[in-house]
Nanobody, 118 residues
Framework: QVQLVESGGGLVQPGGSLRLSCAASGSLFSGSRLGWFRQAPGKERELVAT???????NYADSMKDRFTISADNAKKMVYLQMDRLTPEDTAIYYC????????????WGQGTQVTVSS
């Protein structure tokens, strides 16, 4: 059973940076995809970035120039470095782990709030 716990959210001024962390417990297995999604008030949850256990990354077009996803497989950690933040980045950021082949899973963390405001 995979479980995810996010940390690192908070209040930051426009133009600032934050680094989110996601700690995974349980067996992730080769071929799993870990990622970050976000949900702003009144909006649907959207993709930020994903990374496979093999290191392949994927980003939402609007964020790929400012956000960087990375992972430490040995520590079962996933990180999201966010730079040049704007108020439009304000949202709850969720860590996700999924695997589409047996054993399949699709697990979400509880989320961490990121607020960008002066």
């Amino acid at each position: 059973q995979v479980q995810l716990v996010e940390s690192g959210g908070g209040l930051v001024q426009p133009g600032g940076s934050l680094r989110l962390s996601c700690a995974a417990s349980g067996s992730l297995f080769s071929g799993s995809r870990l990622g970050w999604f976000r949900q702003a008030p009144g909006k649907e949850r959207e993709l930020v970035a994903t990374i496979t256990t093999g290191g392949t990354t994927n980003y939402a077009d609007s964020m790929k120039d400012r956000f960087t996803i990375s992972a430490d497989n040995a520590k079962k950690m996933v990180y999201l470095q966010m730079d040049r933040l704007t108020p439009e980045d304000t949202a709850i950021y969720y860590c996700n782990a999924r695997r589409s082949v047996t054993p399949t899973f699709n697990v979400w963390g509880q989320g961490t709030q990121v607020t960008v405001s002066s």
